[in-house]
């Protein structure tokens, strides 16, 4: 488990390196943002939402504190959440962000370690939605059904669960980056479809989403965007 935890903190490194240049690469965000559009379609003014994985806060924070929900952004990557710090956001509730391993999220470490006991166990059933995009294709396979898991536990019964994957069948697999090395993860559709429903939701919507990366060396992919509910 040490070492799994050093290869998230590099990885966390490698974002604080790329910083803002990762919305340069991937300047489209129709997908995600017609998720953030559902949330705020379903959920009541006020509502709270955990964003896994928000870097800059660009779209999905900035989207869902503009119109209405308390957000609560975690990173693992310091410039990425200073970033999101200093953004200006224009809805009632100013978004709230901490720097947590998401492994950690729903654990006694959260408060224990990073200093967050409201994602911790004491957390349980406090968010009506979870978001995260892109930010699980960082794990190997075989964490993310506990990462799922957890974040299940962080909802409230019913809640909503939004995610962004990359369809392909991959495992961990070292991939070149804005000039850095990212291990990623990925499987195909129906297979996280059975990963999600194993986890405890019910899939109530995924759509595919053609995509070619700007100014990156990686090759076009095709983007998941999954809507899920909570089960019991």
């Known amino acids: 488990m040490r070492h799994r935890r050093a290869a998230r903190a590099l990885q966390a490194v490698a974002f604080d390196t790329i910083g803002a240049r990762y919305g340069e690469a991937f300047p489209a965000k129709d997908g995600q943002l017609a998720c953030g559009r559902r949330l705020l379609a379903e959920l009541e003014p006020g509502a709270r939402v955990l964003d896994v994985g928000c870097g800059t806060g660009e779209p999905t924070?900035?989207?869902?504190?503009?119109?209405?929900?308390?957000?609560?952004?975690v990173d693992l990557s310091d410039v990425m959440l200073?970033?999101?710090?200093?953004?200006?956001?224009?809805?009632?509730?100013?978004?709230?962000?901490?720097?947590?391993?998401?492994?950690?999220?729903?654990?006694?470490?959260?408060?224990?370690?990073w200093g967050s006991p409201e994602l911790g166990p004491a957390g349980a059933g406090r968010f009506a939605a979870v978001t995260a995009f892109f930010s699980l294709i960082l794990l190997p396979q075989d964490e993310i059904p506990t990462v799922l898991g957890r974040l299940?536990?962080?909802?409230?019964?019913?809640?909503?669960?939004?995610l962004g994957m990359v369809e392909a069948d991959l495992d961990h697999v070292p991939l070149p980056f804005l000039g850095r090395e990212l291990r990623i993860s990925g499987y195909l559709r129906e297979d996280l479809e059975r990963v999600l429903v194993t986890a405890g939701f019910a899939v109530e919507e995924c759509s595919g989403h053609p995509y070619a990366p700007a100014s990156t060396s990686l090759p076009p992919e095709e983007q998941l965007f999954l809507c899920c509910r909570r089960v019991g």
Do not use: K, M
Request: aromatic residues 6%; glycine residues 12%; positive net charge.
């Open 152 to 162: 299940r536990g962080l909802l409230r019964p019913g809640g909503l669960l939004v």
């Open 82 to 113: 200073s970033l999101a710090r200093r953004a200006r956001y224009a809805g009632e509730h100013p978004p709230s962000f901490h720097r947590i391993d998401l492994y950690d999220l729903a654990t006694e470490r959260a408060s224990r370690v």
């Open 61 to 73: 924070v900035r989207q869902l504190a503009d119109g209405g929900l308390r957000v609560t952004g």
